[in-house]
T-cell receptor, first 113, second 115 residues
Framework: EPEVTQTPSHQVTQMGQEVILRCVPISNHLYFYWYRQILGQKVEFLVSFYNNEISEKSEIFDDQFSVERPDGSNFTLKIRSTKLEDSAMYFCASTGQGGYEQYFGPGTRLTVT | DQQVKQNSPSLSVQEGRISILNCDYTNSMFDYFLWYKKYPAEGPTFLIS?????DKNEDGRFTVFLNKSAKHLSLHIVPSQPGDSAVYFC??????????????FGKGTLLTVNP
């Protein structure tokens, strides 16, 4: 069964460093998303991406964040200068044409020290 | 911002009995409601959904009920099995432009099914 994959599973970085989280969405899906879950809190929407551009972003998704689909398979989330409060699980999700059921990857745990 | 609320952080049931997980929402613009199951160290796994124009959807042991006037939905699992033990998230889908949807999640309910 096709699935969303994410790498790395765990990333530790120092405050102020740049990180890139990677995702491979399900191959025929067209809509891509990033969500995050801070420990003990809700899963929160960050950004949606379609047709090589951002379609919607939350207030969390400030200028420190960017997304890219550098090739036909990968979808990346970059945090330019990490802060302690960026420590969270980051989930990538994808969905097909006309679909509202989003399929999630296993997540990347980001720890900023 | 509590547009989707799951008021029970945990629920414990006996194997074979019914599990009922509840969810309330406030935003009338939500057009689909979804339940996700999550095991530790894994991503949310889609379980079942319901359109806002329906009041019931059933898939095997899982049934979701929607009461639109009360802005309330529930997930029924019957019979419950120990493998159902996980965190269950209620999520509501809001249409964005271009066939794109954004999910708003509740905080989750930890279900424990005891053998």
């Amino acid at each position: 069964e096709p699935e969303v994959t994410q790498t790395p599973s765990h990333q530790v970085t120092q405050m102020g460093q740049e990180v890139i989280l990677r995702c491979v969405p399900i191959s025929n899906h067209l809509y891509f998303y990033w969500y995050r879950q801070i420990l003990g809190q809700k899963v929160e929407f960050l950004v949606s991406f379609y047709n090589n551009e951002i379609s919607e972003k939350s207030e969390i998704f400030d200028d420190q964040f960017s997304v890219e689909r550098p090739d036909g398979s990968n979808f990346t989330l970059k945090i330019r200068s990490t802060k302690l409060e960026d420590s969270a699980m980051y989930f990538c999700a994808s969905t097909g044409q006309g679909g509202y059921e989003q399929y999630f990857g296993p997540g990347t745990r980001l720890t900023v020290t | 911002d509590q547009q989707v609320k799951q008021n029970s952080p945990s629920l414990s049931v006996q194997e074979g009995r019914i599990s009922i997980l509840n969810c309330d929402y406030t935003n009338s613009m939500f057009d689909y409601f979804l339940w996700y199951k999550k095991y530790p160290a894994e991503g949310p796994t889609f379980l079942i959904s319901i359109s806002s124009i329906k009041d019931k959807n059933e898939d095997g042991r899982f049934t979701v009920f929607l009461n639109k006037s009360a802005k309330h939905l529930s997930l029924h699992i019957v019979p419950s099995q120990p493998g159902d033990s996980a965190v269950y998230f209620c999520a509501a889908s809001e249409y964005l432009a271009g066939s794109n949807y954004k999910l708003t999640f509740g905080k989750g309910t930890l279900l424990t099914v005891n053998p």
